[in-house]
């Protein structure tokens, strides 16, 4: 079982920056790729980023590709992702998901993560 809890949102003004965090539960954290997904206001929840179970492999949705990076720290068992010339295109809840899966198969697949965290608001004004 592993537990997400999500941090670092907040309200930022277009072409700011953010950092989010999401703290994980559980000794075998490194044994799971992570994915980031935003929800905005009456749209579909969508990937932003993953990252696999090492860290040395990352993927990026076009949207976010060059502004945004997602890390991850394995001894602290967070993973990061930092947000850079936010737009209010940006505005969304931010989760943070698990899944035991290796990186790569249908990694923008919200059905193949295994946990999920609640959520951060990330709002972004013009």
């Known amino acids: 079982q592993v537990q997400l809890v999500e941090s670092g949102g907040g309200l930022v003004q277009a072409g700011g920056s953010l950092r989010l965090s999401c703290a994980a539960s559980g000794r075998t954290f490194s044994q799971y790729a992570v994915g980031w997904f935003r929800q905005a206001p009456g749209k579909e929840r969508d990937i932003v980023a993953a990252?696999?179970?090492?860290?040395?492999?990352?993927y990026y949705s076009d949207s976010v590709k060059g502004r945004f990076t997602i890390s991850r720290d394995n001894a602290k068992n967070t993973v990061y992702l930092h947000m850079n010339s936010l737009n209010p295109e940006d505005t969304a809840v931010y989760y943070c998901?698990?899944?035991?899966?290796?990186?790569?198969?249908?990694?923008?697949?919200?059905?193949?993560?295994?946990?999920w965290g609640q959520g951060t608001q990330v709002t972004v004004s013009s």
């Open positions: 998901a698990a899944r035991r899966l290796m990186f790569g198969p249908r990694i923008h697949d919200q059905t193949t993560y295994d946990y």
């Open positions: 990252i696999s179970r090492g860290g040395s492999s990352t």
